[in-house]
């Protein structure tokens, strides 16, 4: 079965200063991996997403991440927060169609310094 | 405007009682889903269908029972609801189950006393 592992809990940054999120994925084939953002109250947004093809993708609001196969890993990053970043964040793999559907990790919560 | 729509926004429910989520999407998505968030343990998967007249079991599965009798429709039914249940529920669709983008909902808060 496939799972996400994401191992911090909570962030926190300083406005202006860079970000990465970190996430780590276990799936027997090739992933359809996900990062989602939600602020508090609210749904999930979509940031990015990685199918195939070039390895570094550029997601709304500023976001990229980088698919490494060889550490599964799946990290968000941003050269520069702004204190409306701040929101819990998400990352998901999903099966590609299989049965396995879409499996998110338990979230790291972002805080901004001012 | 196109989406999920979810309801009711929240319910205080008692111990023993039924209670259906109701979940519609107006996208023709093919793949529907219902998860549960829950401090601390993040977004768990209780059931979802791949397409209309198909569902299937998620990760928590047990309490719950869903229905996909049409593609915009997707309740989540809790025969008899517990305490255990209260949570924070969100429907999502997606055109292929796991390979392209979730939309959610904005979520139903149930509070089971």
């Known amino acids: 079965a496939q799972s996400v592992t994401q191992p911090d809990i909570h962030i926190t940054v300083s406005e202006g200063a860079s970000l990465e999120l970190r996430c780590n994925y276990s799936?027997?084939?090739?992933?359809?991996l996900f990062w989602y953002v939600q602020s508090p109250g609210q749904g999930l947004q979509l940031l990015l997403k990685?199918?195939?093809?070039?390895?570094l993708v550029q997601g709304i609001k500023g976001f990229e991440a980088e698919f490494k196969r060889s550490q599964s890993s799946f990290n968000l990053r941003k050269p520069s927060v702004h204190w409306s970043d701040a929101a819990e964040y998400f990352c998901?793999?999903?099966?590609?169609?299989?049965?396995?559907?879409?499996?998110f990790g338990k979230g790291t919560h972002l805080i901004i310094q001012p | 405007i196109a989406g999920i729509t979810q309801a009711p926004t929240s319910q205080i429910l008692a111990a023993g009682r039924r209670m259906t989520l109701r979940c519609t999407q107006d996208?023709?998505?093919?793949?529907m889903y219902w998860y549960r968030q829950d401090l601390g343990l993040g977004l768990r998967l209780i059931h979802y269908?791949?397409?209309?007249?198909?569902?299937g079991k998620g990760e928590v599965p047990d309490g719950y029972s869903v229905s996909r009798a049409n593609t915009d429709d997707f309740p989540l039914t809790l025969a008899s609801a517990v305490p255990s249940q209260t949570s924070v529920y969100f429907c999502?669709?997606?055109?292929?189950?796991?390979?392209?983008?979730?939309?959610f909902g904005q979520g139903t808060r149930l509070t089971v006393v």
């Open positions: 999502a669709s997606s055109e292929i189950q796991g390979a392209t983008e979730a939309f």
């Open positions: 799936y027997g084939a090739t992933p359809y």
């Open positions: 990685y199918f195939s093809g070039d390895t």
């Open positions: 998901a793999v999903g099966s590609g169609g299989g049965a396995d559907g879409l499996t």
């Open positions: 996208m023709r998505h093919n793949a």
């Open positions: 269908s791949n397409t209309a007249g198909t569902t």
